[in-house]
């Protein structure tokens, strides 16, 4: 599997679109689903990575499994859900909606499959909780 790298756009550059405008041309998402992957990307690179910028997709997804359950605990796969949020193969959806919309960048080689069955939502975010 290849490593998906994905940085940030570069700060002062022109957003084309806000994350509403994107998620409603889409359909696929709620606006709450880009908004976390995209805050994800800080997070995991501040608290999973160490290292500046670049994450590759597996990484990226481990990041948003750790903000979702830092953010709703319990609640996290609802919250999920509830933006149409299923699979990881979600997240690598939205990730390359962002790169297309400008929001994120990605090295040629990335590919989107890098994000298909990193993990199952429910093995992470209801299992876990279950006693």
Same mark, same amino acid.
């Given at each position: 599997?290849?490593? #998906?790298?994905?940085?940030?756009? @570069? &700060?002062?550059?022109?957003?084309?679109?806000? %994350?509403? $405008?994107?998620? =409603?041309?889409?359909?696929?998402?709620?606006?709450?689903?880009?908004?976390?992957?995209?805050?994800?990307?800080?997070?995991? #690179?501040?608290?999973?990575?160490? @290292? &500046?910028?670049?994450?590759?997709?597996?990484? %990226?997804? $481990?990041?948003? =499994?750790?903000?979702?359950?830092?953010?709703?605990?319990?609640?996290?796969?609802?919250?999920?859900?509830?933006?149409?949020?299923?699979?990881?193969?979600?997240?690598?959806?939205?990730?390359?909606?962002?790169?297309?919309?400008?929001?994120?960048?990605?090295?040629?080689?990335?590919?989107?499959?890098?994000?298909?069955?990193?993990?199952?939502?429910?093995?992470?975010?209801?299992?876990?909780?279950?006693?």
């Amino acid at each position: 599997m290849m490593d #998906v790298i994905l940085s940030p756009s @570069e &700060p002062g550059e022109m957003m084309k679109k806000s %994350l509403e $405008e994107i998620a =409603r041309e889409d359909g696929r998402y709620g606006p709450g689903a880009l908004k976390f992957v995209y805050e994800g990307l800080g997070y995991t #690179v501040k608290n999973v990575t160490g @290292e &500046p910028r670049h994450v590759t997709g597996q990484t %990226l997804c $481990e990041g948003l =499994r750790k903000l979702a359950l830092d953010k709703y605990g319990r609640l996290a796969m609802l919250a999920l859900n509830s933006w149409g949020l299923k699979t990881t193969g979600d997240f690598g959806e939205i990730v390359f909606t962002l790169i297309k919309h400008e929001w994120m960048s990605a090295q040629p080689t990335d590919s989107i499959d890098d994000f298909n069955n990193v993990y199952d939502f429910k093995t992470v975010f209801k299992d876990q909780f279950e006693f």
